[in-house]
């Protein structure tokens, strides 16, 4: 597990956290999430039936506010402890978003399960910058993240799929959705699984290809969200992703009122083979002779799968 690197420079220690322990918690996690998201847990389930067969996670991802210790820091740390290595920022002006992603340590075995039981997924965490928000939406947040400590639970919470916050009222989160939907959906959320990643081009299928993915998806009904056109492509042409729409939840609010509010959507990628290696033989080809990483321009548009615009297209639809 060692040798991959340190963020700071120093000797990396050895993991904090055992492999099963690790596993375990990201099955709760995943287990909440499909629970609460009916499209995504059919979607697996289609594609596991297509396949007869493993699925693998990309990634997995995560959401939250960077204030009072709630930042990307309070999620990354159980992936750190157990020998994730801090990759690259990814930067989100308009949206006041910052973001980093992680990737996995060497396991010994690691590839023989499916889904948290198979090859370990890079992590995407993204956080609201909360000091460039208004003064009204900075003391919503301020209100729900202040004097709880909370941050430090954040995987637990979300493998127990809880808030470490109170509840919030309609209007909170009304004043929050006007100026930011990524700030309402994490005062909702919490620490929920954002979405799951199906690493489209380990399927066996030809579903490894993510238009044929794409088009199988929107065949059994499933809405994709259309920000930018369904096909995300990075300007390298070698990562492609697509998502589903989120799915909605009825939340009963702290002041009596009962809404739908958006939950999780899932996602899909494909990684292509790096110039340098595509002369390899397709039996030879390993997942780190691929594209690795994310793309600002790709991830942009991902984010708005839990938008209200995509929520609508997507009633309209059915
Ligand atoms: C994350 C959106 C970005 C990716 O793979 O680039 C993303 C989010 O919606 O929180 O998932
Ligand atoms: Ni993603």
């Known amino acids: 597990?060692?040798?991959?690197?340190?963020?700071?420079?120093?000797?990396?220690?050895?993991?904090?956290?055992?492999?099963?322990?690790?596993?375990?918690?990201?099955?709760?996690?995943?287990?909440?999430?499909?629970?609460?998201?009916?499209?995504?847990?059919?979607?697996?389930?289609?594609?596991q039936s297509n396949c007869e067969e493993r699925i693998c996670y990309d990634h997995?991802?995560?959401?939250?506010?960077?204030?009072?210790?709630?930042?990307?820091?309070?999620?990354?740390?159980?992936?750190?402890?157990?020998?994730?290595?801090?990759?690259e920022e990814l930067r989100f002006p308009a949206k006041k978003l910052k973001a980093l992603w992680f990737s996995p340590p060497g396991t010994e075995k690691s590839s023989?399960?499916?889904?948290?039981?198979?090859?370990?997924?890079?992590?995407?965490?993204?956080?609201?910058?909360?000091?460039?928000?208004?003064?009204?939406?900075?003391?919503?947040?301020?209100?729900y993240t202040h004097g709880f400590g909370g941050g430090e639970y954040a995987a637990l919470a979300s493998s127990v799929g809880s808030l470490t916050w109170g509840t919030p009222s309609s209007s909170e989160f009304q004043q929050l959705a006007g100026e930011s939907e990524y700030a309402a959906w994490t005062l909702v959320n919490g620490y929920a699984l954002n979405h799951v990643t199906i690493s489209a081009h380990r399927l066996k299928s030809h579903l490894r290809e993510i238009n044929n993915l794409n088009q199988f998806i929107a065949e059994n009904g499933f809405s994709l969200n259309s920000e930018g056109g369904v096909l995300k492509v990075s300007p390298d042409g070698l990562l492609l992703q697509s998502s589903t729409v989120a799915d909605s939840r009825s939340f009963h609010f702290s002041d009596g009122a009962t809404a739908p509010v958006p939950c999780s959507y899932i996602e899909f990628a494909e990684r292509l083979v790096l110039p340098q290696h595509t002369n390899l033989p397709v039996s030879e080809v390993k997942e780190h002779h691929r594209r690795d990483g994310f793309e600002v321009g790709n991830a942009d548009k991902i984010f708005e799968s839990t938008s209200k615009e995509q929520l609508t297209k997507k009633t309209v639809a059915h």
């Open 1 to 47: 597990v060692a040798g991959s690197g340190s963020d700071n420079g120093s000797t990396k220690s050895a993991p904090q956290i055992g492999e099963s322990f690790f596993r375990s918690v990201l099955a709760s996690m995943e287990h909440v999430y499909l629970n609460r998201n009916p499209t995504a847990k059919a979607i697996l389930e289609l594609v």
């Open 60 to 87: 997995l991802a995560f959401r939250t506010f960077a204030v009072n210790g709630y930042g990307i820091d309070s999620m990354a740390k159980f992936f750190l402890d157990f020998g994730y290595t801090q990759r």
């Open 112 to 143: 023989s399960g499916s889904g948290m039981y198979g090859p370990l997924p890079r992590i995407f965490i993204s956080e609201l910058l909360v000091d460039q928000m208004s003064p009204q939406a900075q003391e919503i947040i301020k209100r």
